[in-house]
């Protein structure tokens, strides 16, 4: 009797829970626009400004929070709960059933209701997996560090030219972040002040580390900014970074596509740089929520939608491709405006569960990959660990490009994500399984510089101000440059012979200070520059 009396309740709860509707309620105004976009300030900090004035983006009516008076009214209507809001869609995410959904409409300030369950298409209903099963599986300890994972991409090499992620903001949207705040992999992060601030979206939790729901953000995390002495070191370890916790491992439901998006409207409106999700969403434990293969389409879902908006924004947005293998990318993955990130072994070989592209996609997808099978990673016990997903190919270049982007500071999103295309690998002939392929980074800077420098007539050198390493771009039909180097009395300190297949100098031992740089190309060409070193 006891038995029958726990599943009769089963299926009550079960039934009360699918009665529950989640929904988008879209409104039609927000209070005192003029005045938020006279004064800026009011809605956004001095860095989102500089940020978007820097990159030519245009702060409009989207900058403006959502009334509080109307979030408030509809925490007051009848069977609603509000979960989430988005400045950006001036949106509302509520759960109730659907008849109290809809008698918002009846509120003057409602411009339309989206429910997550679209339709009643059975071709959505499928069984949802664990998302972290492939990131949570432990691989057998083999000691090593992210040499490989590193140097695949080049970023070591942007790392030379002391392109670190200094002065750029990173934010991480992810599961979870336990040990950061503690923990010894993330000491020279916490030192340098680069561990800015976090927030529980899920929980309304100001203390982004109190959830020990998941360790997956701390992995994610510590492929860009961990660092062990010796033997670990991520791909921006002087990038300052946030913390946004935005999904709910405990369920699969919309909602966390809407924390996601609120998460993308905080850090815009602090100024940040580059957003990495190691998330996706398509199936969820209501499958009439669950998007089909076909809504993978860069325009659907509202995740995707979200991301639109933040690559307007001026962000640069990068994002796992999935761990679905061949049953493709997941949102917001699928957006044209995001970098979306596969996963490819130690040798450079597809990794099987990396999400594959399809004609659905607008674009190529994935974009680009990076070691993503057994990758290494730092865990919450601060254990260097080795774990798979493109959880972790995406971070692992996130942190490349953020490094890119700090040494290409005029470009835009747009340009900083062509720039890492064409880079790399298969470029000429991408397909559904890498995209265009393994990135070089250093390649990436170089083209940018030959074209910002329209090298075919000078010659040229950087980074002025240089610490380590002196590159210098060749003419066309140069094979070899004479570089003088001397000191502000003028008296000779260096004199080579630079050859186009090694077009550096290594400029390390030399003091701080001021030095004339004069450069005779093998076809007479020459070029006398002031260097700063620091």
Not at 121 to 136: A, C, G, L, M, Q
Not at 254 to 280: C, Q
Not at 398 to 412: D, E, I, R, S
Request: include cysteine; charged fraction near 20%.
């Amino acid at each position: 009797m006891m038995k029958k009396l726990l599943f009769i309740s089963l299926i009550f709860f079960q039934f009360f829970a699918f009665a529950q509707e989640d929904a988008w309620v879209f409104l039609n105004a927000k209070a005192n626009v003029a005045n938020a976009l006279a004064n800026p300030l009011t809605i956004l900090t001095q860095d989102a400004i500089d940020r978007k004035n820097n990159h030519g983006v245009v702060i409009d009516f989207r900058d403006v929070p959502v009334d509080e008076t109307y979030i408030t009214q509809l925490k007051n209507a009848t069977g609603i709960t509000v979960m989430a809001k988005s400045k950006w869609f001036n949106a509302v995410h509520v759960r109730g059933t659907e008849t109290d959904i809809n008698n918002l409409l009846l509120l003057s300030f409602v411009d339309h209701i989206e429910f997550a369950n679209r339709s009643l298409n059975t071709e959505r209903s499928f069984v949802v997996n664990n998302k972290f099963e492939i990131e949570d599986t432990q691989i057998t300890f083999v000691y090593g560090n992210t040499q490989n994972q590193v140097e695949m991409i080049n970023a070591d090499d942007l790392h030379l030219l002391d392109y670190t992620g200094t002065g750029m903001v990173v934010a991480v949207l992810d599961a979870g972040f336990p040990n950061v705040n503690t923990m010894a992999g993330f000491q020279r992060l916490r030192d340098a002040g680069n561990l800015l601030d976090g927030y529980d979206f899920v929980n309304r939790n100001p203390d982004v580390y109190a959830s020990a729901s998941s360790s997956h953000g701390t992995k994610v995390l510590s492929t860009m900014a961990g660092f062990i002495e010796n033997q670990f070191v991520g791909t921006a370890p002087d990038t300052s970074y946030y913390l946004f916790l935005t999904e709910d491992v405990g369920s699969e439901n919309p909602v966390e596509e809407s924390y996601w998006v609120e998460a993308a409207e905080r850090a815009d409106s602090l100024g940040v740089d580059v957003i990495n999700t190691s998330l996706g969403y398509k199936g969820y434990d209501n499958p009439n929520y669950s998007y089909s293969s076909t809504d993978m389409d860069g325009l659907t879902a509202f995740i995707t939608r979200g991301a639109n908006i933040a690559f307007e924004k001026g962000m640069l947005l990068v994002n796992s491709a999935g761990n679905s293998g061949a049953s493709g990318v997941i949102a917001p993955a699928d957006s044209a405006n995001v970098l979306s990130i596969g996963a490819v072994d130690s040798n450079g070989n597809y990794a099987s569960f990396s999400s594959q592209g399809s004609t659905i996609q607008p674009t190529q997808k994935p974009d680009v990959v990076a070691r993503g099978a057994s990758s290494f990673v730092i865990d919450q016990n601060n254990t260097i660990a080795q774990n798979s997903g493109t959880s972790f190919s995406s971070p692992i270049l996130a942190g490349g490009v953020t490094c890119l982007w700090q040494a290409l500071p005029n470009k835009t999103n747009a340009e900083i994500m062509q720039l890492v295309r064409e880079s790399a690998s298969q470029y000429a002939t991408p397909d559904y399984f890498l995209g265009y392929g393994i990135p070089d980074l250093q390649m990436a800077l170089n083209s940018a510089l030959s074209i910002d420098l329209d090298v075919e007539n000078e010659l040229s050198i950087y980074p002025n101000p240089v610490q380590h390493k002196l590159n210098i771009v060749f003419t066309e039909n140069t094979e070899n440059i004479k570089l003088e180097l001397y000191n502000i009395l003028g008296k000779q300190v260096i004199y080579k012979t630079i050859y186009k297949n090694e077009p550096s100098i290594n400029l390390e031992s030399l003091s701080s200070g001021i030095y004339i740089v004069r450069l005779q190309a093998d076809n007479k060409k020459s070029k006398t520059f002031k260097l700063i070193k620091e």
